[in-house]
C-alpha cells in the first residue's frame, strides 16, 4: 500500500528536492526501507545497517508519535508519516 512520507526541508536534496515522497509497506519500518532503496543517498540515514531508527529522528504517523512501536508500526492505505530531525546538542 502507497503511504505518503513527508520530508524535512533539511533533508530534500536527498529526495530530489520532493516535500513529500510515496513509501510501499505494512510498517512504518518497510516504508522506510523501500524509502532506501528508491533513493539510495538515505541508506543507513533513517535505518541502521542493523534495522534500527538512528537517533536522528523522531517519527510520527497521522501526527502521533510512534514511540514504543517505532518501526514495527502498522500503516494503512492514505496514512502519513513525518520523519522529525531532532536536534543534538549540549
Known amino acids: 500500500m502507497s503511504i505518503e512520507v513527508e520530508i524535512a526541508h533539511v533533508f530534500r ?3 530530489n ?8 509497506g505494512k510498517t512504518v519500518g518497510e516504508c522506510l526501507n523501500d524509502l532506501s532503496s528508491k533513493y539510495p543517498m538515505t ?7 542493523n534495522g534500527n531508527l ?9 501526527g502521533q508519535s510512534t514511540y514504543g ?3 514495527f508500526t ?10 522529525v530531525y531532532i ?3 549540549g
Not at 502498522?74 to 496514512?79: I, Q, S, T
Open 87 to 89: 536536534i543534538h546538542g
Open 43 to 49: 541508506k543507513n540515514m533513517i535505518v541502521d545497517s
Open 74 to 83: 502498522p500503516v494503512k492505505e492514505g496514512d502519513k508519516i513525518d520523519l
Open 54 to 62: 538512528t537517533n536522528r529522528f523522531e517519527i510520527y504517523l497521522n
Open 17 to 24: 528536492g520532493q516535500k513529500s515522497v510515496k513509501a510501499e
Open 13 to 15: 536534496s536527498y529526495f
Open 69 to 71: 512501536t517505532g518501526l
